[in-house]
């Protein structure tokens, strides 16, 4: 047989043409898409979701959504929900929704629908830009400090700036900005490595068992911060909304649980995407040569420069809502309390969205989904963009010939990104 009629023999097997076939082909997308080498290039498998329409059922229950127009239209109208407290009940005891850290992700704010997430919300005060104007020195201090360090080892030939940058400047500035001890910083990075699982896809009983037991030591170690914080107020954020929530709640108990729960918050929020996103934007500069070789000569491309690593390859890949009653989506039926899955990544690369969308373009007029939309768009995303902004500037101004050793490897997930080393080196 010849090439031609192999490559269009395959094609034709791949291409779903009943909804058993549709099944098939989505249940051997997202297996591939939970290995090391699926997650090395999710995009095209991402294509041939896209293939199968802007929305269609997903073979664990509810719908997939990869059209941008659909994704954006859900995550901005308040007919769907986070699934909340209450919703996780619903789903059993014996489900993934029922774990500890699962249940315990339910009383944080990105899992809480109003009117309580508008509370909370109100009471959060974070990353205003009087708050961003006190971070700007700090984050630019401790990004020369963790370039310096990576300057050390690029002295000897090579470095793993994953490791050495992407992955400290966000626990240091989370933690500069909570007044947390410096010697906790390794512990409670690892910890929301382990974390994270019970917010991804199709989590296993592996991981969630991960998930529970460092929600528990996270959770022991904020209570304790909280009730530092109580004996001996400072000028932080836990000790301001301590005050805030004395006013809100006349338990005591629970005004310390909401102050908990929002550091548990920054932290959980601050530290695993942006990590990703540091290291991403990075590794495409450097895949794209001549964008980076722009950026040296033209700092002020920076901020276009995060934004369009945010669409090409974003810290999160797939967002989850709730219908909150019986509803038309596209031509599909959904039903309420039905999940969708949003795969913004793919829906990022929706030609209805963008004119050649495969292709990493700093000049690309911006429009992404990165940090969800709506009531729930990412508090901390003013920050994220600071922290990106301050490493490339600083990064394209020191080390103007850096240069990618090898491809890095990355952790089997599928909704939340994460590059486990990223090496490189001076030319």
């Not at 999940?339 to 292709?359: N, T």
């Amino acid at each position: 047989m010849a090439a031609d009629d192999q490559d269009h023999e395959r094609a034709v097997v791949e291409t779903a043409t009943t909804p058993a076939d549709s099944r098939r082909l989505t249940v051997s997308i997202f297996s591939r898409l939970r290995t090391e080498r699926g997650q090395a290039n999710p995009f095209p498998l991402y294509a041939e979701l896209r293939n199968q329409g802007d929305i269609f059922a997903a073979p664990w229950g509810g719908h997939i959504v990869t059209g941008f127009e659909l994704c954006d239209r859900i995550l901005r109208n308040r007919d769907w929900l986070e699934p909340d407290a209450a919703w996780r009940e619903r789903q059993g005891s014996g489900t993934r929704w029922g774990a500890p850290s699962s249940r315990e992700m339910s009383k944080t704010l990105p899992a809480l629908n109003p009117p309580e997430h508008t509370r909370v919300r109100r009471s959060a005060g974070m990353f205003d830009r009087s708050t961003l104007n006190d971070l700007q020195a700090p984050i630019a201090r401790i990004t020369t400090r963790l370039l310096d360090s990576l300057a050390e080892q690029l002295d000897d030939g090579e470095a793993d700036l994953n490791l050495l940058v992407s992955e400290e400047l966000p626990v240091a500035t989370v933690g500069h900005w909570l007044g947390l001890p410096t010697a906790d910083f390794p512990r409670l990075r690892d910890l929301t490595h382990d974390q994270v699982f019970t917010q991804e896809l199709l989590p296993s009983a592996s991981q969630l068992a991960l998930s529970d037991a460092a929600t528990a030591e996270l959770r022991e170690y904020f209570t304790a911060l909280v009730r530092e914080r109580r004996r001996s107020p400072g000028d932080d954020p836990v000790s301001r909304w301590i005050t805030v929530w004395d006013e809100l709640e006349s338990d005591r108990d629970k005004a310390d649980e909401a102050v908990y729960l929002l550091a548990l918050f920054v932290l959980l929020a601050g530290l695993e995407t942006t990590s990703t996103l540091l290291s991403t934007m990075v590794l495409l500069l450097l895949q794209h040569p001549r964008q980076w070789d722009r950026l040296t000569v033209q700092p002020d491309l920076v901020p276009a420069a995060v934004e369009e690593v945010l669409r090409y390859d974003p810290p999160t890949h797939v967002i989850s809502r709730v219908a909150s009653k019986d509803c038309v989506l596209g031509d599909t039926e959904i039903r309420k309390d039905e999940m969708v899955h949003l795969m913004v990544a793919a829906a990022h690369r929706d030609p209805a969205k963008h004119e050649e969308p495969e292709l990493f373009n700093l000049h690309r007029k911006p429009g992404h989904l990165a940090f969800s939309g709506g009531i729930h768009y990412c508090l901390g995303a003013p920050l994220a963009r600071l922290e990106a902004q301050t490493l490339l500037r600083q990064l394209v101004t020191r080390f103007p010939r850096l240069t990618l050793v090898r491809q890095p490897s990355w952790a089997p997930r599928v909704a939340f990104r994460r590059l486990l080393n990223l090496d490189v080196t001076l030319i």
